[in-house]
Structure formats: structure tokens, C-alpha cells
């Protein structure tokens, strides 16, 4: 049976239309993905993210513990601030990638739901004489989203005169209708977007203050659809989708999710290795297609007579008017112009390899 958020009730009454997602059940859309799309590029959306966990890490020895698990450097980490990371196998194949929040006395750590019994129970296993808890804190908290360039538009109307986080992943605290809230910038595509990690006892009032600002100042829903065009059309990857514990970390093309410079932590051999070397095999790129029909993934990509590669993720993008795709390419053929054929529901099309994102950040 499908998770649901603490929402739904409150999505089915605002028009959405749903679908299930890694075992969660969220809305695809809200009766428009087009229009949808339309607002994260030009207004402010709303975006349910109940698919997120969050685990805290409390004790005197979880920087040290953190240190040696995770895939980039958290010494330069003050209260308030952030990073993004990966957890690695000792292959140095991607577990998880996780948002790293720093706070006084205490790390929390947010990622994908699905991943939640893979990522503890790998702690877990390497938790031995460290004096370090783990606490799962999705069971109190839920998360909400807000992007698009009148994001912070909304909640400066919301909020005042409260300040709002500057760089991205730094956090701070808010108040929204007596809900104590941790407010995270995580700017995207080159527009504000800000994170709300809510108490799930107030999620529906503090859904219904960023929608009901005011008619200029309020955000509007957004479902899974146009979510993923965006995504794509900024070539982000997404675990699940565009890599896996199948992949190694320098594969995927994260590179801001580690630190060549910070010593030892499990799977580094494995990613110094591959540094020396000077490259991987293959490597995600981005590819703009031929013709009015995304490919899907799966599809495997030809060029002189061979499979080169294969399609991981594929949209439509409205603002190229083209379909773009993210796939994996062995190393001879990742460079920008590069034509290649992917092979669709038995026919052809002709795809050129692209720098990402494929849409300059305005």
C-alpha cells in the first residue's frame, strides 16, 4: 500500500490528480501540468516533498562518525550552514545522497524516503564504539517546498521582518502561524527555492498561509510532472532515476557532493583511485532530441554501429520546445555536439550531446 502524505486529503480538495512515486502516493498534477510549469519558471510553487526522511545525529563523536561516512567535508561546517553529500559503499558506489544540516549541538541528515532502512541500517553496521545516537525524525516532520523567482517574494510577505537564509543550504528558524519551522535555501536553476521542514502537525495551516498571502504574493501547487521537467531541463539527477547503488559516485555528475581534499572516509580509496586515473568509463550527460516525443528510460544510445549508452531520464521541455534527455555515455562520446541515435519503441531519433543544464540560469 502506498505511503501518503499528510496532505492528501487537502490535495484531493485542491484538484489533484494522483500517481504513485517510489511508494509514495503524491500528486502528478493539479488539473494543468503545463500551467504548472509555467509557475515555477515565472511565479512561485508549492511543492509537496512528504517523500523526504530526516535523521538527527546527536553525541559527542558524530562529526568524527559523520567524517568517515559521508563523501565530503563537514569540518567547514558552522551551525546554519550545509552541504550536499553521498553515501558510499566501500566500492565507492552511491548508497544515498543527503542534505547535510549542521545545527548547535546536532547533524540532520534529509534524502529520499524509499532510501530510509538502506541508509540507518548502513550506519548501523559501521556504529561500533562511536558515541553517537541516531534519531529518525521524519515520524514528527514533514517537508514543503517553495521555488520559482517570486519565492522569496512570498515569504518576505508572509514573514515580515524575519531574514531569510542567503546562501544556498544555509538554514535558520521561522515562525509561520505559531509552527516553529527550519527554513532551507536551496536555490534552483538560478531562482530562489526554499525548503520547509515542517511539524506534520502543522502542515495544512502552514499550506494554507503560503497559499492564501494575498492573490500577488502566494505560491500555487505543483505536481510530480512539472517538477521533473524542470529537473531535468537543469540536469539534476535523481537517485531512482538517473543513478543508483549500481553507479560510482563520479559517474553521476554531483560533483559538488564531495571533497577530493578531506581524508579518509568509506568508498574514498575507490573515488582517489578513479581521480588519478583522470576519468571514469561513462558518465551522465545530457542530450537534446530530435522530433516532439521525449524517449523513456531505458532506451539504449547508438553511435557507429554500437550501444554507447542509455537513457535514464526524458521530458519534453516547453521553454526549448524540444525533447532533452540525461543518459549515461562511455567517454569517447561525452563531448557537447557529439550526434548519437537512440533506439524508441522501434524507430530512431537523432540526439545531440549537450552541456547541462540545458537552460542558462537567467
Known sequence: MSKQSSLTDFHR??????????????PRHFGDPAA????????????DLSQRA???????DRLSFLQGMLSNDLRSLNPFAGQYAAILTQQGKVIADVRVL??????????????????????????VADDVEISDRSIDYTFLAIHGPSAELVLEKLL??????????????IDINGAAICIIREDFGGNPAFDLV?????????????????????AAWVGEEAQNILRVENGIPRYGLDFNENNLLLEVGIDDAFSFTKGCYLGQEIVERIRSRGHVNKKLCGLVLDGSSPAAAGDSIHTDGKVVGTITSSVLSPRLDRPIALGYLGKEYWNPGTVVSVEHKGSTIRGTVSKVPFIASS
Request: charged share 20%.
Open 102 to 127: 549542521c545545527a548547535m549541538n546536532s547533524f540532520y541528515l534529509d534524502f529520499w524516503e524509499n532510501l530510509k532502512d538502506k541508509v540507518i541500517g548502513h550506519f548501523q553496521r559501521y556504529l
Open 160 to 173: 515580515r521582518d524575519t531574514p531569510l537564509p542567503t546562501r544556498p543550504k544555509q538554514h535558520a528558524m
Open 198 to 218: 515542517v511539524p506534520r502537525a502543522n502542515a495544512i495551516n502552514v499550506a494554507h498561509a503560503l497559499t492564501e498571502t494575498g492573490r500577488q504574493f502566494s
Open 13 to 26: 480538495e485542491n484538484g489533484a490528480v494522483f500517481a504513485e512515486y517510489e511508494g509514495w502516493l503524491l
Open 54 to 60: 530526516l535523521l538527527q545525529f546527536t553525541g559527542p
Open 36 to 47: 504548472e510549469y509555467r509557475v515555477l519558471r515565472g511565479a512561485a510553487g508549492l511543492i
